[in-house]
């Protein structure tokens, strides 16, 4: 345990270092911070919003979740993908080990140190997200507000963390850093991009949008407006929405919805779907609401971990492959 | 009587068919310099990173300063420090930080770390360097650096890996010095790797040889080279103020020598079966002649371990 916590120490000092993570943090930070501010100014308008709408992104549909959902993949597999296969290539990594630790010391102490670094990230951009809405709107969160606030801030924490676990997976399972950062560069494209896409073709075989041939005097608004072509919608969007289940982002925004109390659909990255910042859920609905999701995030982490655990312990450490 | 400090006990790594070591026993006592040859591929790294416990044997183990490499391998690093084939440190420290890490893997208290650190860097002559980063040393100050690595720890045994390989001939004499100077003053035990004879001749008290992943022979030096002299024939070299041809033939006639070759400056290369420079010298003087030079000629390194490496080929 003292290895890995040595381990830890120095990780999370390259981490803090590193323009990698710097850039990204800033990143974060300005846009989290532009999100609060556009947040805050939405709820002076609309008081009754309450102050958990600055997480929400209010009527610009900019929201925090929605920056996560988009930069989280690259944030937490940024934080991984090379941390060890570039010590094997450096042969840092032999002369790591011959130092009286236990192996898995080492991946136990880089994904500590990564996970740290995630925490200092979410916890000081919603911490300032918080105080620049307070500064304008001169109220704080309620108990039960900032009760949210801490749970949505674990929740990012948890999905941070599990792009952290699968780019150490992929840097474990690689040798070089060249083929895990195109590993990771095509998860993030594939599940910010490529499964909406797929989502959507699949909504389209399964369930074509056909109109109506006799429709000469009918006006097309009636036929939009019909039951028939309601419940058409409503199975396409199902089909679609059960498809990007697959997508931790999709999952992480979901569960950030219901705990943050806010129904009514995703929250798109940008665009009209931004959700209503209305509480519908009280914060223990909320919770048990966002319960599947949650598990599903940890069991992907938690397998993804052990399988670059195992995988660690019996690699054939040779310097330079 | 010293005391064995490194024992191998048929000691076998296979990686799918390719036995990297075969059934490998070999003892190292404490307190010397322990010469490891092979040619390439025979089998040196994966022995040393077996006993290390970087790679696990197949089957067969070993100890190291008492400890077993299997169940004990966390032990061993206590103990025991090395310098790996191709060893590598993080460029973005510098060298004082980059052993201020090492430094806290040994649990070595703060205090103690950075005064071991300033000995050390002082040691290989990196002192106005401690503060660079890694990345911009050569391929002779990292060697350094990692010699202070393995050192940190102040081990008993020390594993070097092909240490002076891509060194120029100032700093491979330099870690050869290095490593004299530790094994005198601080009784370090050390087991270095090498391909390089004169290396190992210069600086090893013993050798072990290791081909195809079976020990050949592990002795000194000299008595590899006796044993390979009694193998094979015996050549005096001589040389004379003249040489007549009748010389020649009655030197031949004696019994157990095979054949004669004349060198230049009336050198003669005397072939035998059996030690008879006796008779070849009294037939010699008989016949006149005055030998001005008498001395048995020396298998050189490459010979005596090109031999072992070709036996049981
Ligand atoms: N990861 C591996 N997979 C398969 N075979 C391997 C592996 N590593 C080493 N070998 C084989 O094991 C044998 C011994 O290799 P080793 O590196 O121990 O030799 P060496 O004596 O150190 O050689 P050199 O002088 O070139 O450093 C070689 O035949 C090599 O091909
Ligand atoms: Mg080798």
């Known amino acids: 345990m003292a290895g890995a916590i040595t381990v830890c120490r120095k990780e999370l000092a390259d981490h803090l270092g590193s323009k990698r993570y710097i ?28 102050f958990i709408a600055v997480f929400s ?67 000081t951009t919603i911490g300032i997200m918080s105080g620049v809405a307070m500064s304008i709107l001169g109220f704080g969160p309620t108990l039960d507000d900032a009760s949210r606030i801490i749970l949505f801030t674990l929740l990012t924490i948890l999905y941070l963390a599990f792009w952290l676990a699968l780019g150490l997976l992929y840097s474990t399972v690689t ?23 797929i989502a959507a073709l699949v909504a389209n075989l399964l369930v074509p949008i056909t ?34 289940r697959v997508s931790p982002a999709y999952l992480y925004n979901e569960a950030g919805a219901s705990i943050l109390g806010i129904s009514g659909g995703r929250l798109g990255f940008i665009g009209p779907g931004g959700g209503r910042p209305f509480k519908s859920l009280e914060l223990i609905e909320g ?14 982490l938690v397998i993804c971990f052990v399988a670059s655990y195992v995988l660690f312990l019996r690699l054939e450490i040779r310097p330079g492959g | ?21 075969d059934h490998l026993n070999l003892t190292v006592y404490e307190g010397e310099i322990f010469g490891f040859l092979g040619p390439n591929g025979a089998g040196k790294t994966t022995t040393l990173l077996m006993l290390m416990g970087l790679t696990v044997p197949t089957s067969g183990t070993a100890t190291v300063g008492g400890y077993d490499i299997i169940k004990e391998s966390r032990e061993v690093r206590r103990i025991a420090g090395m310098l790996p084939e191709g060893a590598g440190y993080y460029e973005d420290l510098t060298a004082r930080q980059n052993l201020d890490y090492i430094g806290q893997l040994n649990d070595i208290p703060e205090s103690e770390r950075e005064k071991r650190i300033d000995e050390l860097l002082e040691a290989v002559g990196l002192t106005k360097w ?25 081990p008993k045994i020390a594993f070097f890996d092909e240490p002076t390989i891509g060194l120029d001939p100032q700093g491979t004499k330099e870690v050869r010095d290095l490593m004299t100077q530790l094994n005198k003053e601080h009784g370090l035990t050390i087991f270095l790797s090498s391909h390089l004879l004169y290396e190992v001749q210069q600086t090893c008290h013993r050798v072990g040889i290791i081909r195809g992943g079976r020990l050949v022979a592990a002795d000194t030096i000299e008595n590899l080279s006796k044993n390979i002299a009694e ?51 009294e037939t010699i003087t008989k016949h006149g002649s005055i030998i001005l030079l008498m001395k048995p000629k020396e298998h050189s390194l490459e010979e005596i371990f090109l031999k072992y490496y070709e036996r049981e080929a």
Do not use: C
């Open chain 1, 23 to 50: 850039v990204l943090f800033a990143l974060i930070l300005v846009l989290s911070t532009l999100s609060a501010y556009q947040g805050a100014e939405y709820i002076k308008d609309n008081p009754q919003a309450g």
């Open chain 1, 57 to 123: 992104g209010a009527r610009f549909g900019f929201s925090f979740t929605s920056l996560m959902v988009f930069f989280g993949p690259i944030i937490g597999l940024s934080l991984g993908f090379d941390a060890i296969n570039k010590e094997r290539t450096s042969g840092s990594l032999s002369m790591l080990l011959s130092q009286p630790i236990y192996r898995d010391s080492v991946i136990n102490g880089k994904f500590l140190a990564g996970t740290a670094a995630l925490s200092l990230l979410t916890v």
């Open chain 1, 175 to 197: 040798k070089k850093t060249s083929t895990s950062i195109l590993m990771s560069v095509a998860t993030w494209l594939f599940f910010s991009i490529v499964i909406a896409i």
């Open chain 1, 211 to 244: 109109m109506p041939r006799d429709t000469s005097g009918g006006n097309i608004a009636k036929i939009l407006r019909s039951p028939e072509f309601r419940e058409l919608l409503r199975r396409r969007f199902s089909i679609q929405m059960n498809i990007q």
């Open chain 1, 287 to 300: 919770l048990t609401a966002s319960w599947p999701q949650i598990t599903a995030i940890a069991a992907g």
């Open chain 2, 1 to 21: 009587m010293p005391e064995p400090i490194i024992e191998t006990y048929e000691l076998t790594k296979y990686y799918g068919n390719v036995k990297a070591v």
């Open chain 2, 130 to 154: 401690a503060n660079t980063k890694v990345e911009k040393f050569s391929r002779g100050m990292k060697q350094r650096l990692g010699i202070a690595e393995v050192l940190i720890k102040k």
């Open chain 2, 231 to 281: 193998k094979g024939r015996m050549v005096i070299e001589f040389k004379l103020t003249e040489i007549r041809s009748d010389l020649i033939r009655e030197l031949e006639a004696i019994n157990g020598v095979t054949h004669i070759k004349r060198g230049e400056d009336n050198r003669l290369y005397v072939y035998m079966e059996s030690d008879r420079s006796r008779e070849v010298s």
